[in-house]
């Protein structure tokens, strides 16, 4: 059944005003009335929805539904900004794992350079990415898309989380296999995780020793070498496995 987000707070009967779900409806699926889908608002809930009258673009809500297929735990990806358009390739695939926020920054050894005005741009179509890739996994919200600036800022964020684990390869090359493990243990539902990321040159020193005065540990995927763009994914089917999958699920 197909899924749409739609702004706002639940209401039925309810009008779709916005124009591209308006459009993909009742232009590319052709719903009919009598026609179902699934409708999540901004709380989150998933709703059955019954098309009533497709010239009108309207619809009624039937019941709520009590399927859930976020993470145990808030986890954001934090990437350094990395060349091209891989950052559209991590939005649309972190997504679909679950991830509930894609950041990036500009790391000291990021080759992409991004001002303000490309920033907002760039924000805008990873929002329409995070969008379309919620909506084909069946997720119960969109993730939050935030593009820095300034480092400075970015730094100033880390404040606001529980645990923050930074992808370092080093530590895969002292042996460290174990380093991810330990700190996703003891995690609690619903508590705030942040992974950071550096872009095709890594992290520079300056940058790890601020990450950690900021209480960040540092912990290797495994002994390969990963792309910049597949660390992330890595990371987040660890999370999904150790917190989903296994007999210590939350």
């Given amino acids: 059944m197909q899924q749409y987000f739609i702004k706002g707070s639940p209401q039925s009967p309810l009008v779709i005003t916005d124009k591209d779900t308006a459009k993909h409806m009742f232009l590319v699926m052709r719903l009919k009335e009598n026609d179902q889908v699934t409708l999540v608002f901004d709380d989150g809930v998933k709703r059955l929805a019954r098309v009533l009258d497709p010239s009108q673009q309207s619809l009624e809500i039937v019941e709520e539904l009590a399927d859930n297929t976020e993470?145990?735990?808030?986890?954001?990806?934090?990437?350094?900004?990395?060349?091209?358009d891989k950052l559209e390739f991590i939005t649309q695939k972190a997504t679909e794992l679950g991830a509930s926020a894609i950041w990036a920054f500009p790391a000291d050894w990021s080759v992409a350079k991004w001002d303000g005005k490309k920033l907002a741009k760039k924000s805008e179509k990873l929002e329409k990415i995070a969008q379309g890739a919620a909506e084909q996994s069946k997720r119960n919200l969109i993730p939050e898309i935030r593009l820095f600036n300034k480092k400075?800022?970015?730094?100033?964020?880390?404040?606001?989380?529980?645990?923050?684990?930074?992808?370092?390869?080093?530590?895969?090359?002292?042996?460290?296999?174990?380093?991810?493990?330990?700190?996703?243990?003891?995690?609690?539902?619903?508590?705030?995780?942040?992974?950071?990321?550096?872009?095709?040159?890594?992290?520079?020193?300056?940058?790890?020793?601020?990450?950690?005065?900021?209480?960040a540990v540092s912990a290797g995927l495994g002994p390969r070498i990963l792309r910049a763009e597949t660390a992330?994914?890595?990371?987040?089917?660890?999370?999904?496995?150790?917190?989903?999958?296994?007999?210590?699920?939350?």
């Avoid at 993470?71 to 091209?84: D, E, H, N, R, W």
């Avoid at 619903?190 to 950071?196: H, P, S």
């Avoid at 992330?232 to 939350?250: F, M």
């Fill in 152 to 215: 400075a800022d970015f730094l100033a964020a880390l404040a606001d989380f529980d645990r923050i684990i930074v992808a370092y390869e080093e530590s895969a090359k002292e042996g460290e296999a174990a380093a991810l493990v330990r700190a996703l243990s003891g995690l609690v539902t619903g508590v705030k995780v942040l992974f950071i990321f550096g872009p095709e040159g890594g992290l520079s020193p300056e940058e790890i020793a601020a990450f950690g005065q900021a209480g």
């Fill in 232 to 250: 992330p994914l890595y990371a987040l089917t660890a999370v999904s496995v150790l917190l989903e999958l296994s007999n210590d699920s939350l």
């Fill in 71 to 84: 993470l145990p735990v808030q986890v954001t990806i934090a990437s350094g900004f990395p060349k091209g």
